[in-house]
């Protein structure tokens, strides 16, 4: 999963690919990339991240 240029929202690497700059998280067996822009305004990960119609991944 990755952040999107679109705000602190959770998308599949298949939609929007991660960038060489991006911070990688490990989480579990997953690997969460953040923009570097983002990073310092994201206290937390959580499933409400994830928009409604991507809420089976």
Wanted: glycine residues 6%; neutral net charge.
């Amino acid at each position: 999963m990755s952040t999107s240029c679109s705000g602190p929202i959770l998308l599949p690497v298949s939609v929007k690919p991660p960038k060489a700059t991006d911070l990688q998280v490990s989480i579990g067996d997953y690997t969460v990339y953040i923009s570097k822009y983002q990073a310092r305004y994201i206290d937390s990960i959580h499933r409400g991240m994830i928009p409604i119609f991507y809420e089976d991944f």
